[in-house]
């Protein structure tokens, strides 16, 4: 996980540089402020373009994916596993202590270009990361995608979560999102949906 702490300080760095650039472009007009999408596709972006420039460096893959987004693939060399993190946004979910990814569509699991005789076995994972209200980035974690809930608004199942990068505060290790009975139609309409909802792929420590 070495190389995605890496890729995470990469991110946070670019935030503490030019992140505050963010807010200001929302200031600059009030149509900009009529929800959160605009906040949230310049925070994505900024995400998306920092692992443009610096993953092929690190020694990680870049791949994209339908909807503007991408998967970033780590070979874990110990236990021969091609593991492929999808990046999206998070919300933190204050009730269970963990984190809400809504996907509505199995497809996230596939990896369509996994070959079946290849000596890694594939895994999906996400690389997801939250933000304040002004669009800076909190945390940013690593966690295995075990499925989906039953819920008719779909989130990600995710395993323990793994703090990334070494500016973020310290995250329970066995916090991963329990859906509560109910269903909860609170939808996010945020641009990161996009990749868990549709295409091959298959809002986002």
């Given at each position: 996980m070495d190389l995605m702490h890496?890729?995470?300080d990469c991110i946070l760095e670019a935030f503490s540089e030019?992140?505050?650039?963010?807010?200001?472009?929302?200031?600059s007009d009030r149509a900009f402020r009529r929800t959160r999408r605009p906040q949230s596709s310049m925070?994505?972006?900024?995400?998306?373009?920092?692992?443009?420039?610096r993953a092929?460096?690190?020694?990680?893959?870049?791949?994209?994916?339908?909807?503007?987004g991408c998967d970033v693939q780590c070979l874990v060399e110990e236990d021969h596993t091609d593991r492929r993190f999808r990046v999206l946004k998070a919300d933190p979910d204050p009730e269970?202590?963990?984190?809400?990814?809504l996907c509505?569509?199995?497809?996230?699991?596939?990896?369509?270009?996994?070959?079946p005789d290849s000596l890694y076995r594939h895994e999906r994972w996400v690389m997801a990361y939250t933000v304040d209200d002004t669009g800076m980035i909190v945390d940013i974690f690593a966690a295995r995608v075990d499925g989906l809930t039953d819920d008719r608004v779909p989130r990600l199942r995710l395993g323990p979560i793994t703090p990334l990068?070494?500016?973020?505060?310290?995250?329970?290790?066995?916090?991963?999102f329990q859906p509560d009975d109910e269903d909860d139609f609170g939808v996010s309409?945020?641009?990161?949906?996009?990749?868990?909802?549709?295409?091959?792929?298959?809002q986002a420590m």
């Open positions: 890496q890729l995470a030019r992140g505050h650039k963010i807010e200001k472009a929302v200031q925070g994505r972006e900024l995400v998306l373009s920092t692992i443009d420039e092929t460096g690190l020694g990680l893959g870049r791949i994209p994916v339908v909807g503007g269970t202590g963990g984190y809400d990814i509505t569509s199995e497809s996230i699991m596939t990896i369509s270009d996994a070959e990068g070494t500016a973020t505060a310290p995250i329970d290790p066995n916090t991963g309409f945020d641009d990161d949906e996009d990749d868990t909802a549709e295409g091959e792929i298959g």
